[in-house]
């Protein structure tokens, strides 16, 4: 098999050397011992002269990284990467989600957008979130099984293989890495062992995800400590072995649906082999000379970044620079604009109408920035959604992909919360999401971020809820510049737009941009959130223009990669332990 070396990831007990081999690591070592960017620099990217993965996962990044040393492209390495973090990365990584992928193939110069949203089951009605008294009901929406959406990860990973793969691997073969992991095992690294000693009392309450990630003697796994998934090896062989049809057909979808009724809701065996994926045309916009494109309805991301950024460019932010109170007011101002209009405008495009061309317009944002006052905040009270011209058409994960051709992909993926629903279909090793939350239970009621929907992001059968995730591509004259994206629910939007601010304004390099402190401003509720690292001068400053300062912690896990002179520069999130950005 062309990937045998791949394989070598789920072997016990290996270093990073021996899990990609000497002569891989010594090929990685070495851009990083070129010149770095800037003297004067505080942080620095890794280096590479040809291709890079970044993710939230060292092992998951090093199988994406090899599979672009034998010869793939990015896409090859995207999906070998997204089924790896499955393995590895369990409480976003998955199966059982879903999510969205930008892809631009450089030879073509065609830059798409793939939709592969969860969709709500048939039997999915309005009103099912509610209480005898009309009332939003939140175990219904988060911890039920009626809130678990038909999962498109599966399918997703297999279209873009099938679209723009590179045709040096199967399907099978790119599958195989992660196979290897979980029936072989991988050691548990500090990050994981916390994490699940956090969420064991919402995963213990399952059988199945019990066994799987705790010991039979109730000890948990410690860092160093062999971690087996038998069951979710056997899941991914069937799918090697018979592609899609292998997770949304026969026993798999039949385990899925049984565990979903048992808990309450209505999915079927139908509506997984229902499921579709939806290739749509990004969503494009230009700032100060760079071009855009991210991710359209379902995602309100690329909407709203695009909006964001219009607001922002007629102001001066380069000038008063990062951090200082006049672009952070600025920037807070045009998020809450941004938001209000998520509330009533966003939802699934092929049930409601969008207005994307209207609310990415530099019109529209002109008129929504008209009242702007530089001296104080408004209220949320007094920024409601705008009017846009008519109709034209927190735990997940991001990687980033780019090869040596120039090809880029950009993808975030989920199953919304922390191990998504926290139960395990029996037998499969597979998580559940439970990404339906992400609807209006009831229109003006917020979700579990906070964030207020309206009528056009209502329950309906086959209906995406919609998303926040922004997996992004940023072009210059029509080449690769960025590839971004970040998880962390209703934040994901302004995380990724300040890694944009930062590298176009304030000329920071990727590794820069990524470790700046981070702020969000979501309209409702009406307050500045803001990470450790500003300068208590400045939030005293913001607060004396009106800002209600929310200290709160650290913000979203960017993985970027970004075209330097003479190859890439990549820069995976200090906030979260165990990413890396890999390349060779």
């Known amino acids: ?59 998951a990044s090093g199988v994406g990284r090899d599979t672009l040393v034998a010869g793939g492209n990015a896409v090859d390495a995207a999906v070998a990467t997204g089924f790896a973090l499955a393995v ?26 793939l939709d592969y949203r969860e969709t709500a089951p048939s039997g999915a009605f309005r009103d099912m979130f509610l209480d005898e008294e009309g009332n939003a009901d939140s175990k219904k929406s988060r911890f039920s099984g009626l809130a678990v959406g038909v999962p498109g990860t599966v399918a997703g990973l297999a279209a873009a293989h099938e679209r723009f793969g590179s045709g040096t691997f199967s399907f099978a073969q790119l599958v195989a890495p992660a196979i290897a992991l979980a029936r072989n095992g991988f050691v548990v ?167 994307v061309k209207g609310l990415t317009s530099k019109a529209y944002a002109q008129e929504r920035m008209a009242d702007f006052d530089p001296a104080r905040a408004a209220l949320a009270s007094e920024v409601g959604p705008g009017v846009p011209q008519p109709y034209e058409s927190n735990e997940t994960t991001h990687f980033s992909v780019v090869d040596a051709t120039g090809n880029a992909v950009s993808n975030t993926y989920t199953l919304n919360f922390s191990y998504g629903v926290g139960m395990m279909a029996a037998g499969t090793g597979i998580l559940l999401n439970n990404e339906l939350d992400d609807f209006s239970a009831k229109p003006g009621v917020p979700n579990a971020y906070g964030l207020i929907g309206g009528e056009a992001n209502a329950v309906e059968p086959r209906k995406r809820p919609l998303s926040s995730m922004s997996p992004t591509l940023v072009f210059r004259d029509g080449k690769f510049v960025l590839a971004t994206g970040s998880p962390g629910g209703s934040r994901i939007i302004t995380t990724v737009l300040q890694i944009i601010l930062n590298v176009v304004d304030h000329g920071m390099n990727i590794a820069e941009a990524s470790a700046a402190p981070r702020m969000h401003h979501q309209w409702l509720p009406d307050e500045l959130r803001v990470e450790e690292g500003f300068s208590p001068d400045t939030l005293r400053l913001l607060a004396e223009k009106g800002h209600a300062i929310a200290p709160k912690p650290a913000m979203g896990s960017t993985q970027s990669i970004m075209a330097v002179e003479g190859g890439l520069a990549g820069a995976a999130d200090p906030r979260r332990q165990g990413a890396l950005a890999i390349g060779y």
């Open 88 to 113: 590895t990365l369990p409480r976003a990584g998955n199966l059982g989600g879903g999510g969205f992928m930008m892809v631009h193939m450089a030879e073509s110069g065609e830059t798409l957008a």
């Open 189 to 355: 690294s500090d990050d994981l062992s916390q994490s699940l000693k956090r969420v064991f009392p919402r995963l213990s309450k399952d059988p199945d995800a019990k066994a799987t990630f705790y010991r039979a003697d109730g000890r948990f796994y410690e860092p160093g400590d062999l971690l087996r998934q038998p069951e979710l090896a056997a899941s991914l062989e069937l799918i090697a072995e018979t592609g899609p049809a292998g997770f949304y057909t026969g026993e798999v979808a039949e385990a899925i649906a049984a565990r979903v009724q048992e808990t309450g809701g209505s999915m079927t065996a139908e509506d997984l082999e229902a499921y579709r994926t939806v290739w749509r045309e990004p969503v494009t916009g230009t700032y100060r000379g760079y071009e855009i494109a991210s991710m359209p309805p379902p995602s309100s991301g690329g909407v709203h970044i695009v909006e964001i950024l219009n607001m922002l460019e007629p102001h001066a932010v380069s000038e008063s620079g990062a951090g200082s109170a006049a672009t952070l007011h600025a920037m807070a101002e045009a998020m809450k604009r941004a938001y209000a209009d998520r509330s009533k405008y966003l939802g699934d495009p092929d049930f409601v109408d969008v207005p």
């Open 1 to 59: 098999m062309v990937l045998q070396s791949l394989k070598t990831f789920g072997c016990v007990g290996l270093t990073l050397a021996g899990l990609i081999g000497p002569a891989a690591l010594a090929q990685t070592a070495s851009p990083s011992a070129t010149p770095i960017l800037s003297g004067d620099d505080r942080f620095h990217p890794v280096l590479a002269g040809s291709g890079m993965v970044s993710s939230q996962e060292a092992i």
